[in-house]
């Protein structure tokens, strides 16, 4: 996982903590690219439920990061997944294995997950 932090108030809320656990428990490696703004004590809070934190001064930088994190994940041995993601999305609501199980039983390259108004799945390869 690359999750970009790109709230930049300084503060770690605790719905990220939460997303990052419940995505934790069905992968490999976890990276966070965060602002420099972020305290250190939050900081601390991070780098106890993920593998690696990288620090960016430039919030345009934080997005572009995806694509520098991903590289260096893929270089990596054993990595067949990348999952990009963010502090854009709230929850989860529920365990997230259905939504990866899912995942596993297509043959994709990409997949996007977009709840809809009428709540069913959207995909968006």
């Known amino acids: ?9 300084g503060r770690l809320d605790g719905y990220v903590l939460t997303a990052l656990r419940a995505l934790r428990a069905h992968v490999k490696t976890v990276t966070v690219i965060a602002t420099t703004r972020l305290g250190e004590q939050d900081l601390d809070r991070l780098r106890g439920e993920v593998d690696r934190v990288v620090l960016r001064a430039d919030d345009e930088a934080l997005h572009r990061s995806y ?59």
Not at 82 to 100: H, N, S
Not at 101 to 107: F, V
């Open 1 to 9: 996982v690359v999750y970009v932090l790109s709230r930049t108030n």
């Open 67 to 125: 694509a520098v994190e991903a590289a260096r994940m893929g270089a990596a041995s054993g990595v067949s997944e990348i999952i990009l993601t963010g502090d854009g999305w709230f929850g989860p609501v529920t365990d997230l294995e259905q939504i990866f199980a899912e995942a596993d039983r297509r043959d994709l390259d990409a997949w996007e997950l977009v709840e809809s108004p009428q709540g069913a799945r959207d995909e968006f390869p």
